[in-house]
């Protein structure tokens, strides 16, 4: 059984699909382990750790991909690796299959079963599989970063001889993993923090770390999440009511943070180019959904561009821009999905399809797209 850990090629991606440790586990379910050269470096991680936990070293993607019964990714791998791999190879990773209907079918016509790991179920089992979690966790950590050494002046209220400098205020707009994670960092770095989510579950998250939450508190606000836990698109009406609240809002903010994002759907705009006028110069926005279309109106992906004095970051990948953290978290994910397809007795690959976790991930398989999303 043979696990193959190749380089991304994407420039703007930092991260790495296994860890030293996921190596060692991996080797204690009975697996060889060939890991790309380099494939570490950019998340910190050198060749020879890899080698210490017990991998092999390929010299490129030919032989990363020969052979291997299963290919782990951070992203979804161009037709021309995926044509690499053998014929009925697992394939495990961010595969980002939204609106990609003729990268998938490479996957498929390769003859790969691919996993798509964003497909995870929202449930207590898989709760330790769920990378957009573990990911949002990091790029709200890393918003907040980015967003204060875009302020020019300091986040905590200071008190010095020479007078008082005020608390930055800062707006969190979607109070999920990515939103409750820069409330909180937000909060430690000292700023007077406010956020808003159409979810009603999310006030008092949002209270409990210590911020105070915006938003229109009617009876469509009340009925506003998925038995999944996502928010769901809100009426026209409820949105101009949102809208007039948080363009109020914002005109006393230093920094806005957008996180907001429905799966398979373009970001909603949240904040439109009046309301950027409307703050004061030097204020900052920080949109982490730039690369589904973002909920910033001006904000250019993989840009920080500024509009009347007010600076908007559409930095691409945030969670890679923390790149070792990310990859650690994210190949703990990946390992605890495969170690389900692994018979630990006979130390061999056995995947069960009908287990729930096989069924919501899969996208390809024998050569066909498989997933009800992504058919047609």
Request: aromatic residues 4%; charged residues 20%.
């Given at each position: 059984?043979?696990?193959?850990?190749?380089?991304?090629?994407?420039?703007?991606?930092?991260?790495?699909?296994?860890?030293?440790?996921?190596?060692?586990?991996?080797?204690?379910?009975?697996?060889?382990?060939?890991?790309?050269?380099?494939?570490?470096?950019?998340?910190?991680?050198?060749?020879?750790?890899?080698?210490?936990?017990?991998?092999?070293?390929?010299?490129?993607?030919?032989?990363?991909?020969?052979?291997?019964?299963?290919?782990?990714?951070?992203?979804?791998?161009?037709?021309?690796?995926?044509?690499?791999?053998?014929?009925?190879?697992?394939?495990?990773?961010?595969?980002?299959?939204?609106?990609?209907?003729?990268?998938?079918?490479?996957?498929?016509?390769?003859?790969?079963?691919?996993?798509?790991?964003?497909?995870?179920p929202r449930i207590t089992r898989a709760q330790v599989m769920d990378i957009l979690s573990s990911q949002a966790n990091l790029a709200g950590y890393r918003a907040v970063i980015d967003g204060a050494a875009e302020y020019d002046r300091a986040f905590p209220m200071?008190?010095?001889?020479?007078?008082?400098?005020?608390?930055?205020?800062?707006?969190?707009?979607?109070?999920?993993?990515?939103?409750?994670?820069?409330?909180?960092?937000?909060?430690?770095?000292?700023?007077?923090?406010?956020?808003?989510?159409?979810?009603?579950?999310?006030?008092?998250?949002?209270?409990?770390?210590?911020?105070?939450?915006?938003?229109?508190?009617?009876?469509?606000?009340?009925?506003?999440?998925?038995?999944a836990g996502y928010a769901k698109p809100m009426s026209a009406e409820y949105q101009a009511k949102q809208a007039a609240l948080v363009a109020e809002h914002i005109k006393k903010q230093d920094m806005v943070i957008t996180t907001a994002l429905i799966p398979g759907?373009?970001?909603?705009?949240?904040?439109?180019?009046?309301?950027?006028?409307?703050?004061?110069?030097?204020?900052?926005?920080?949109?982490?959904?730039?690369?589904?279309?973002?909920?910033?109106?001006?904000?250019?992906?993989?840009?920080?561009?500024?509009?009347?004095?007010?600076?908007?970051?559409?930095?691409?990948?945030?969670?890679?821009?923390?790149?070792?953290?990310?990859?650690?978290?994210?190949?703990?994910?990946?390992?605890?999905?495969?170690?389900?397809?692994?018979?630990?007795?006979?130390?061999?690959?056995?995947?069960?399809?009908?287990?729930?976790?096989?069924?919501?991930?899969?996208?390809?398989?024998?050569?066909?797209?498989?997933?009800?999303?992504?058919?047609?």
């Amino acid at each position: 059984m043979k696990i193959a850990v190749p380089m991304e090629r994407d420039p703007a991606e930092a991260r790495v699909a296994a860890t030293p440790d996921t190596v060692k586990k991996f080797k204690g379910l009975g697996a060889e382990v060939v890991v790309e050269t380099g494939a570490g470096l950019k998340s910190r991680i050198l060749d020879a750790e890899y080698e210490a936990a017990g991998a092999t070293i390929a010299p490129d993607a030919a032989s990363v991909w020969s052979g291997a019964d299963i290919v782990l990714t951070v992203r979804r791998p161009s037709a021309e690796a995926a044509a690499l791999a053998k014929r009925g190879a697992l394939l495990i990773g961010a595969l980002d299959p939204y609106g990609q209907q003729v990268a998938v079918q490479a996957l498929a016509d390769a003859g790969l079963t691919a996993f798509s790991m964003e497909f995870m179920p929202r449930i207590t089992r898989a709760q330790v599989m769920d990378i957009l979690s573990s990911q949002a966790n990091l790029a709200g950590y890393r918003a907040v970063i980015d967003g204060a050494a875009e302020y020019d002046r300091a986040f905590p209220m200071m008190m010095t001889a020479a007078g008082t400098v005020s608390a930055a205020k800062v707006f969190v707009m979607g109070a999920g993993v990515a939103g409750l994670q820069a409330i909180a960092t937000a909060r430690r770095l000292g700023a007077v923090v406010t956020a808003t989510d159409v979810r009603p579950a999310a006030k008092e998250q949002v209270a409990s770390l210590g911020a105070k939450f915006v938003a229109v508190e009617d009876e469509e606000f009340k009925q506003a999440e998925t038995a999944a836990g996502y928010a769901k698109p809100m009426s026209a009406e409820y949105q101009a009511k949102q809208a007039a609240l948080v363009a109020e809002h914002i005109k006393k903010q230093d920094m806005v943070i957008t996180t907001a994002l429905i799966p398979g759907r373009p970001a909603p705009k949240l904040i439109t180019a009046a309301m950027v006028a409307s703050m004061r110069p030097g204020s900052v926005l920080v949109d982490l959904a730039v690369e589904r279309g973002g909920n910033i109106e001006g904000s250019v992906p993989g840009e920080v561009v500024t509009i009347g004095g007010v600076k908007i970051l559409g930095h691409l990948n945030v969670a890679g821009r923390v790149a070792a953290s990310a990859s650690l978290l994210y190949a703990k994910n990946l390992f605890a999905f495969v170690e389900t397809m692994i018979d630990k007795k006979e130390k061999t690959l056995a995947v069960n399809y009908e287990d729930e976790l096989v069924k919501a991930t899969m996208i390809t398989r024998d050569g066909q797209i498989v997933h009800p999303s992504l058919k047609g």
